[in-house]
């Protein structure tokens, strides 16, 4: 398991090395529980928090992905930068050019470089395209799970609430 802490002050470095100004971090800690986010910024009383997806500290994960997530997190921490707005991408912009890490909105596990996962994820709610038997899958209650016969599938096809 990576040392999270060790990783934070590393990535804080690297932004102190070519002059961005990041908030207060007061905590860097791992989530064990978070199943679709790789990390998050929150503020908090004297600062920010941030947490980050346990999957990344797994050894056998690539240590690009742990790094990019802290630096994508750390840079929410910068003034006007909370959203994904024209502040967030001209920061991220510049951390590409100094050190290649790509910084976007959203990733995928193959773009983290995560092979193993601590867990599987358990859908709690499912539906079924009647044409093409596509499964779309949700953890929260949502209106497509709830009213299943107002939405299609990409083929045309009505979905059928299977869980």
């Known amino acids: ?14 932004l102190d ?3 961005i100004n990041y908030g207060n971090i007061v905590e860097v800690v791992p989530n064990t529980r978070a199943k679709k986010r790789w990390g998050q910024c929150c503020r908090i009383p004297g600062g920010y928090s941030i947490n980050i997806n346990v999957a990344l500290l797994n050894e056998r994960n690539k240590e690009e992905g742990l790094i990019n997530t802290i630096l994508h997190e750390l840079i929410h921490s910068c003034e006007g930068c909370m959203n994904h707005g024209e502040n967030f991408k001209r920061i991220a912009g510049k951390i590409f050019r100094a050190y290649g890490y790509k910084i976007t ?20 709610y499912a539906v079924q395209c009647g044409a093409c038997m596509n499964i779309v899958q949700r953890m929260r209650m949502s209106d497509l799970i709830k009213y299943p016969e107002f939405f299609r599938c990409k083929c ?3 979905f059928i609430r299977i869980r």
């Open 1 to 14: 398991m990576r040392d999270l802490q060790e990783y934070a002050i590393k990535c804080m470095d690297m």
């Open 17 to 19: 090395n070519i002059g």
């Open 105 to 124: 909105t959203t990733s995928s596990a193959a773009d983290k470089g995560v092979i193993e996962t601590t867990r599987n994820i358990d859908y709690k």
């Open 156 to 158: 045309g096809g009505k």
